[in-house]
Each structure stands twice: as C-alpha cells, then as structure tokens.
C-alpha cells in the first residue's frame, strides 16, 4: 500500500462542542490515513463521535484542531466556498435516507452534481446513463423516487455519488433503511465498486456491515481504535 496515494491524511485531530455551559470533546487526539483503493469502515455506537468524524471528513464541518489533507490539500486551511467545491469535486456521498428530490426523475436526480458544476446537459445526460446502467437501474430512469424500492433509491443514489468520479466514496449507514437481503446487495455493489477502483469510508453501527470493508477502525468515546488482522 505504500505506493498509493493518500486520499485521507488525518493528524492530532480534536472537536469538541458547547452544550450550555458544559464542553463536549466529540474527537479525541484523532489519526487515520485512507490509502487510494481502500475500503475502509468506521464502527462505534450512537454518541461515539461517528458522525462527528464523517462531518469533518465529508468537509461538511471545519477542522478545530489538528490536520486534514484529503488528495493533499490541506482542509483545515480551507474556506466555507472551497470547501463547497470539494464536495462537490472530490466526494460522492451516500446517506441512509438517500435525499432524491421527489420531483425529478431518476435520470435527473443523478444529473444534478454534474449541472450544478457546470457540465453541458448533454455531457451530464450521458455520464448518468452510464452511470445508471452500471447500477443497473437504465430501465428506470424516467421514474421518481416514489415509484421505486428503497432498494432501488439507494441505487440511485449511489450513481449521483458516483457520477462526478470522486476520489472518495463517503456512505453514511447505508444500509440502515433496508431490509436484510436488499442492504446484503447494496454491500455486494460497494465490494464491486471498490473492487474497480473506487476509494470508500463507510460508517456504520453494525459489525456486520463493517465487516464488508477490508479495513475496520472503531471509535469510542472520540478515541480511534485500529482493528487488529
């Protein structure tokens, strides 16, 4: 591994908030370096300082104390615009609630992150198609959300995170909306996903799901633990 690029370089990182009069330290002393191609996932439980995590590698919460370097640039030097530009550029990210807009078709939810950078129509028309045909949901491009599985949304979703080609794959509980056998095909697209390449943090509560990620960190009370094998 020591030939691939660094996509995530964390160093010393601390973030602590206020809740009246009280200080909370959510991230502790944090260290973590995700390596290009990896697939990696976050455990720990509600309160672990997860979510905390996820915000600040997602670059949708400043760095407080320590470093960050996602594909070298150094996050916590960043602004609130460049920020913006990052995640939308270099992240493709995938909630447990999936965030289509009701109103727009599949083929039109996936199409968005391209508009919004300023790709052609036509261009973004193109790149989601493949994209779409790839999750194998081409068939349905046409449909709103209300007229899919959840399954199916998660797929949607998947592909609007994928359409921009990012460095990194930021999935969210994944799997937290669906039944058993339809996250287990969800799990399966990540493994083939990051099989062709695809760099991917998951963060999730469940041992089960963490144990699809070829690498497993735990995080206890803002501690990170590396996994041991």
Same mark, same amino acid.
């Given at each position: 591994?020591?030939?691939?690029?660094?996509?995530?370089?964390?160093?010393?990182?601390?973030?602590?908030?206020?809740?009246?009069?009280?200080?909370?330290?959510?991230?502790?002393?944090? &260290?973590?370096?995700?390596?290009?191609?990896?697939?990696?996932?976050?455990?720990?439980?509600?309160?672990?300082?997860?979510?905390?995590?996820? &915000?600040?590698?997602?670059?949708?919460?400043?760095?407080?104390?320590?470093?960050?370097?996602?594909?070298?640039?150094?996050?916590?030097?960043?602004?609130?615009?460049?920020?913006?530009?990052?995640?939308?550029?270099?992240?493709?990210?995938?909630?447990?609630?999936?965030?289509?807009?009701?109103?727009?078709?599949?083929?039109?939810?996936?199409?968005?992150?391209?508009?919004?950078?300023?790709?052609?129509?036509?261009?973004?028309?193109?790149?989601?198609?493949?994209?779409?045909?790839?999750?194998?949901?081409?068939?349905?491009?046409?449909?709103?959300?209300?007229?899919?599985?959840?399954?199916?949304?998660?797929?949607?979703?998947?592909?609007?995170?994928?359409?921009?080609?990012?460095?990194?794959?930021?999935?969210?509980?994944?799997?937290?909306?669906?039944?058993?056998?339809?996250?287990?095909?969800?799990?399966?697209?990540?493994?083939?996903? &990051?099989?062709?390449?695809?760099?991917?943090?998951?963060?999730?509560?469940?041992?089960?799901?963490?144990?699809?990620?070829?690498?497993?960190?735990?995080?206890?009370?803002?501690?990170?633990?590396?996994?041991?094998?």
């Amino acid at each position: 591994m020591e030939d691939r690029t660094n996509v995530i370089h964390i160093e010393s990182l601390s973030r602590s908030f206020r809740i009246g009069e009280s200080e909370v330290q959510a991230l502790k002393n944090v &260290n973590l370096t995700v390596n290009e191609g990896e697939f990696l996932g976050i455990l720990g439980p509600s309160g672990s300082g997860k979510s905390t995590l996820m &915000n600040v590698i997602g670059c949708m919460d400043t760095v407080q104390k320590g470093e960050y370097h996602l594909m070298g640039l150094p996050i916590q030097n960043m602004n609130d615009a460049q920020l913006t530009l990052i995640r939308n550029r270099l992240i493709g990210f995938i909630f447990q609630k999936y965030f289509l807009v009701p109103k727009y078709s599949v083929l039109q939810n996936v199409m968005m992150p391209l508009l919004v950078r300023g790709v052609s129509h036509r261009e973004a028309m193109e790149r989601s198609l493949e994209k779409l045909d790839l999750l194998e949901m081409k068939e349905r491009i046409h449909h709103r959300p209300n007229e899919l599985s959840g399954g199916q949304q998660q797929r949607v979703a998947i592909a609007r995170a994928l359409v921009g080609e990012p460095k990194l794959l930021l999935a969210d509980e994944p799997t937290g909306a669906l039944d058993t056998k339809t996250g287990a095909e969800v799990l399966a697209l990540f493994e083939k996903l &990051n099989a062709m390449g695809n760099t991917i943090v998951m963060i999730t509560h469940d041992l089960n799901v963490a144990q699809h990620a070829h690498r497993i960190v735990r995080i206890i009370d803002g501690v990170l633990h590396e996994e041991a094998g």
